[in-house]
């Protein structure tokens, strides 16, 4: 009788040794991104209106974007590529 429990003990053990030996690697916490261009010179952005997901929300994109615009050009750090320059380009779509 206690060679059954003895065996099941010893194969948890192992098993579980096995999972920590294989567990997967961590996600990263920090994210960094680097911003470049010519030095001495602010970066340039471009801030196309969002797309929106419902015909409803379709105004609140475009206020969204219009709010993100103001705020970056209120800063006067970044140079903001005008957006009639960027109207031509097709809106991305969703898969």
């Known amino acids: 009788m206690k060679k059954p429990i003895l065996t099941a003990v010893l194969a948890f053990v192992a098993a579980v040794g096995l999972l920590s030996a294989q567990a997967p690697p961590q996600q ?4 960094e991104l680097v911003i470049s261009g010519d030095p001495g010179t602010p970066p340039r952005y471009a801030v196309p209106d ?3 997901l419902t015909p409803d929300s379709a105004e609140i994109a475009k206020t969204l974007a219009q709010v993100l615009w103001d705020d970056l050009g209120f800063e006067r750090e970044f140079y903001l590529i005008p957006r009639d320059t960027y109207a031509t380009v097709p809106t991305a779509r969703t898969p």
């Open 28 to 31: 990263p916490t920090e994210i």
């Open 50 to 52: 969002f797309m929106a």
